[in-house]
């Protein structure tokens, strides 16, 4: 008991470090699928990727295969582009803060399986992934 009291700094840094190397991996499954993980759900599940950018937004750059239901109309919208509420639905945009604000929304509706791909348009491009751009 002695050796923790004279040494209480080191297991103060030793639990600070061994958080600093859980926090990755617990903000990876918290902030969304990352590129190759949405490729899989599109190729395996027949996922629909919903890109939530204004018109302009998507006509410049989008993901390639992705419809686009700005954020704003996703309640109106998404119920015609994706009838089946069971189907995997991954929303887009350019980092990810309108597509956690739609998955939100989506889910609210009813939507059962709804993810956001990690990093949006930008994530996809590095990971080398087809964008679609405006000619």
Same mark, same amino acid.
């Given at each position: 008991? %002695?050796?923790?009291? *004279? %040494?209480?700094? #080191? ?5 600070? @470090? !061994? !958080? !600093?190397?859980?926090?990755?991996? =617990?903000? @990876? $499954?918290?902030?969304?699928? @990352?590129?190759?993980?949405? &490729?899989?759900? &599109?190729?395996?599940? /027949? ?9 302009? *937004?998507? +006509?410049?750059?989008?993901?390639? !295969?992705? /419809? ?9 919208? #998404? ?6 509420? @069971? ?6 945009? +350019?980092? $990810? ?19 956001? =791909? ?7 491009? *590095?990971? $080398?992934?087809?964008?679609? /751009?405006?000619?």
């Amino acid at each position: 008991m %002695n050796f923790i009291v *004279e %040494n209480w700094y #080191l297991f103060l840094l030793a639990l600070v @470090s !061994g !958080g !600093g190397l859980l926090l990755p991996m =617990l903000k @990876s $499954g918290a902030n969304g699928l @990352s590129p190759a993980a949405a &490729v899989l759900l &599109v190729n395996r599940e /027949k996922a629909v990727l919903i890109d939530v950018c204004g018109p302009d *937004e998507y +006509a410049e750059r989008h993901v390639g !295969g992705a /419809k686009n239901v700005p954020v704003n109309d996703i309640e109106a919208r #998404l119920p015609a582009v994706v009838k089946n509420k @069971s189907v995997p639905v991954v929303m887009v945009c +350019a980092s $990810g803060a309108r597509a956690t604000r739609a998955a939100i929304m989506a889910r609210r509706m009813g939507y059962q399986n709804v993810q956001v =791909l990690a990093g949006g348009t930008k994530a996809w491009q *590095e990971a $080398g992934l087809p964008i679609d /751009k405006k000619a």
